[in-house]
């Protein structure tokens, strides 16, 4: 198989825009990335972020990454963790990264005490959903996801 899971560094900044990007075009969400190589670099790895990247290879290339950081349960009193994005490369589909990636994510909850491991996958990614159906995941169908950002955000901040 030949994969292999690592902590993403600062000079994996550009490979994990070009993943994002890739995601973001699956995703039909490709005008929606304003992520940029010097935004990712203090995002995820300047000296405030709370913000961690696993790079998966597929013989020492780069075929996928998982983006993610801790939440807090209230109820459990508890971290957990959160999976912003995990995206691996078409190429690569089928080689387990995904799967992998999910595995080390759950290892990683474990031996730092978390209660949870969650995230979110849109509603028509039936190929994502298999996989995490496979994996003993359960969706959360009472919970509605909100966002504010852009104007407003603004407008309700400054409200």
Sequence with gaps: MALTLREAVREDAATLLGFIRELAIYEKAEHEVAATVETIEGSIFG????TRALICEHHGEPVGMAIWFY???TWQARNGLYLEDLYVTPKARGLGAGKAMLKRLA???????CGRFEWSVLDWNE????????????PMSEWIRYRLTGDRLKAFADS
Excluded: F, K
Excluded at 127 to 138: L, T, W
């Design 71 to 73: 939440s807090y349960s």
């Design 47 to 50: 000296p405030n972020s709370v």
């Design 107 to 113: 290892q990683i909850a474990l031996e730092n005490g």
């Design 127 to 138: 190929p994502a959903i298999r996989v995490y159906e496979a994996i003993g995941a359960d």
